[in-house]
């Protein structure tokens, strides 16, 4: 992609949007970039973009500012079907989303990960796993460091492991991972994509410019990504905790195995990750496959897997206090993620639930807030929501604030309980993001346990 003279819009001012602005300058472009938000909003951004010759619009997004573009690159937070888009569309303007900008420039081969779950923590540790093993490897995308950004640190040779959302997905073009992964597909960002449907239509498209050659890895227990299997134009392979498969990773007496054909090799056993909860053996089987595919000796992987502890604000340890543990799961932003943060734990827990709402149905939580959940404090803008869906199957504490439900918690439970944060809910109402809403709750923890 020649990008030097070209006039170039980014859409968006989040961390993918700057990247994307400050890349597309070094490389000769001519740059200007649009956001919503008020330029008070963005005070923190703008002057270094203005300091490179970068022209800034914010507020809105002008008519003109559209018109006379080579390029538009769009922001995941910028809804792909926004009219000032569909007009550029028509007009015959190229829209891309900052991961298709990457993958024209990144060096070496990209492992995309995908998935309504797990995806940081598998991203993570197959970064881990493939870096044990001696290969020369970069991790970013949606779990933090915008993909653009690690251009400069690649090569040929090396790995690319790319957690990858439904949003970044929907503006690829040629985007061609050489091992591409689903880890599930539950119900998530209906308030974007509208219906479940369009969600794994866009979750589909990680493989859609794969060749033979290529690899896909999908979860064969879980059904709507096992579904996906006939569509992969190259290899897949499986991961199962519940079956033997062909050819992935699977469960056998306790142990891990990966088959390819005939042929079969253990890695370790179960008991030997340290990470908690299900979910989480799937994460593993999910980064073992991949690893595999990659090259990796199997000595390698159960070394990394032993070594690696739990993602920071998934399922998270934070503190002990009087007998009672604290868990931060501010990354469980869906109903099917707080369902596998409830089933880490067999009872007497306090549930902290809400945020923004994004479409979901909550009352699929009753049965385990009836089995294992003894309160709920409902906090944020879908507290109203959650409430009404959940009433019947647990009792319910509209402590409002993140930092009153800790309070409330903390006074309500009792020795051998849990407070767990797995709120279902984006952060955007009350915080910047999940890792914002996750440190508050560790800073109220670490409060209270220092008796303030």
Known sequence: MELKGKRVLVVGLGKSGVASAQFLQASGAKVTVSDAKSPEQLASEIPALLERGIAVETGGHGERTFRGQDLIVVSPGVPADSAPLVQARVQGVLIIGEIELAAQFLQGRIVAITGSNGKTTTTTLTGEILAASGFPVVVGGNIGTPAISLVDQTRPGSFVILEVSSFQLETIHTFRPFISAILNI????LDRH????????????????????????????????NLLTGRAKCPVLHFSRRTEVPAG??????????RDGAAEQEILAVEEITLQGAHNLENVLAAVCIASLAG????????????????????????????????????????????????????????????????????????????????????????????????????IDPSGTLEMAVRRASILAQPGDVVLLAPACASFDQFQSYEHRGRVFKEVVKALAAGN
């Open 296 to 395: 990796c000796p199997a000595e390698k992987i159960r070394q990394a897997v032993q070594a690696f502890k739990a993602v920071e604000h998934r399922l998270e340890f934070v503190a002990e206090i009087a007998g009672v543990r604290y868990f931060n799961d501010s990354k469980a932003t869906n109903v099917d993620a707080t369902i596998k943060a409830l089933e880490s734990f067999p009872a007497n827990i306090h549930l902290i639930l809400g945020g923004k709402d994004k479409g979901s149905d909550y009352s699929v939580l009753n049965r385990l807030l009836r089995e294992r959940v003894k309160r709920v404090y409902t906090i944020g803008a879908a507290a109203e929501k959650i409430s009404r869906q959940i009433q019947q199957a647990a009792e």
């Open 186 to 189: 539950t119900p998530d960002h």
């Open 249 to 258: 990773a699977f469960v056998r007496n306790g142990r891990i195995l990966v």
């Open 194 to 225: 509208r219906t479940l449907e369009a969600y794994v239509d866009a979750k589909s498209r990680i493989f859609e410019n794969q060749k033979e050659g290529d690899f896909c890895v999908l979860n064969a227990d879980d059904a709507a990504a």
